[in-house]
T-cell receptor, first 115, second 113 residues
Framework: DTGVSQDPRHKITKRGQNVTFRCDPISEHNRLYWYRQTLGQGPEFLTYFQNEAQLEKSRLLSDRFSAERPKGSFSTLEIQRTEQGDSAMYLC?????????????FGQGTRLTVV | KNQVEQSPQSLIILEGKNCTLQCNYTVSPFSNLRWYKQDTGRGPVSLTI?????NTKSNGRYTATLDADTKQSSLHITASQLSDSASYIC????????????FGAGTTVTVRA
């Protein structure tokens, strides 16, 4: 499978626990994005990497959230001390570069449920 | 306030019928507008991408239109199939290198036999 893959697909955790999600982008894509989607809403931008550099973070990304892309390939998104409001689908996307017609490919997402 | 508004929120159509979804946006400057299809529990999949100079683009039974002057777009589904049941999301990119896509809330389409 040469698409964007995310792991795990589903995660149920107790409030206060830490969770980590992984995203493997399409191999030649240098740009990687994280989005969060709550039920009935479109995805919201969280953060963006170009190669290993994290170039921007949304205000939605509180101090409990951290994302890394250490070697410019896969990325991880960690949420510390999870809260019920963190329950959402976390989507990863990748692209080769961002121009007017650049395609962004999304993974299947990781659905997080905080109980 | 969301800069991308979609209507209707949901619709139900019979298999074989056509339908049209609407998208109004206020994102500026405008670079391109995309329509994505998102099946329940899965990531969005791109259907069409249009820049400001394009006013129509087709992908099989999906046809998107864009009026950059009125900042409106539509997605027309022809001869709907059961597999078209999904959420259709309008996404607008501002500026040539803006990676912070603005997503609409989506229109949920249910196709019934």
């Amino acid at each position: 499978d040469t698409g964007v893959s995310q792991d795990p697909r589903h995660k149920i955790t107790k409030r206060g626990q830490n969770v980590t999600f992984r995203c493997d982008p399409i191999s030649e894509h240098n740009r990687l994005y994280w989005y969060r989607q709550t039920l009935g809403q479109g995805p919201e931008f969280l953060t963006y990497f170009q190669n290993e550099a994290q170039l921007e973070k949304s205000r939605l990304l509180s101090d409990r959230f951290s994302a890394e892309r250490p070697k410019g390939s896969f990325s991880t998104l960690e949420i510390q001390r999870t809260e019920q409001g963190d329950s959402a689908m976390y989507l990863c996307a990748s692209s080769l570069e961002w121009a007017a017609n650049t395609e962004a490919f999304f993974g299947q997402g990781t659905r997080l449920t905080v109980v | 306030k969301n800069q991308v508004e979609q209507s209707p929120q949901s619709l139900i159509i019979l298999e074989g019928k056509n339908c049209t979804l609407q998208c109004n946006y206020t994102v500026s400057p405008f670079s391109n507008l995309r329509w994505y299809k998102q099946d329940t529990g899965r990531g969005p999949v791109s259907l069409t991408i249009m820049t400001f100079s394009e006013n129509t683009k087709s992908n099989g039974r999906y046809t998107a239109t864009l009026d950059a002057d009125t900042k409106q777009s539509s997605l027309h589904i022809t001869a709907s199939q059961l597999s078209d049941s999904a959420s259709y999301i309008c996404v607008v990119s501002a500026g040539a290198n803006d990676y912070k896509l603005s997503f609409g809330a989506g229109t949920t389409v249910t196709v019934r036999a």
